[in-house]
């Protein structure tokens, strides 16, 4: 990757476990394509003001060129198993790889 990838988390503080499961999984997703240059990921805390099936939301972005971004937005509202930050991590990622094979068709 030409750019260090940005780990960003909101509402919440910095996890080291976190952080080191997202780099492992950029390090898993350059596996798939070697021509990504930018990667961004944001990790947003469960709101305090839901009651149920509140968690982590996951946002990546990434830049491929020729292709100008990918983006994954995943936010499992009603999945209880993302109530666990490390569980969203995965899962968000997973549909990134599955995005980047696409492109390689």
Do not use: Y
């Amino acid at each position: 990757m030409q750019i260090a990838p940005e780990i960003t988390f909101e509402g919440c503080e910095p996890s080291p476990a976190a952080r080191e499961a997202i780099l492992k999984e950029i390090e898993r997703l350059e596996t798939h394509n070697q021509r990504i240059t930018g990667c961004r990921v944001s990790v947003v805390a469960p709101s305090h003001k839901h009651r149920h099936g509140a968690g982590f939301q996951i946002h990546i972005w990434l830049t491929l060129p020729p292709h100008e971004n990918i983006v994954v937005n995943r936010s499992h509202v009603d999945d209880a198993r993302h109530q666990h930050v490390e569980v969203a991590i995965r899962d968000a990622f997973a549909t990134a790889r599955r995005q980047v094979d696409a492109l390689a068709i």
